[in-house]
């Protein structure tokens, strides 16, 4: 079996692995775990990138550190 056979098959049985564990986190189907995690992020908590606590937490740090002038 040449380098190139071997490389193709370990990409295939890889490809096939990952989407066995996606499909198992579909399907929830316990005691298969996912690649990917959930994300737990809401928009509007306090600490997430778009809410206006968090931005208002960032702005004050900014200005406490001397990023701007404020």
Request: with cysteine.
């Amino acid at each position: 079996m040449s380098k190139a056979a071997k490389i193709g098959f370990l990409m295939l049985f890889a490809m096939i692995a990952v989407g066995v564990l996606e499909i198992g986190n579909q399907l929830s189907i316990p005691g298969i775990p996912s690649v990917v995690s959930r994300a737990e992020a809401v928009v509007g908590r306090p600490l997430t990138p778009v809410s206006v606590a968090g931005v208002a937490r960032r702005t004050a740090r900014r200005c406490a550190a001397g990023v701007y002038n404020c």
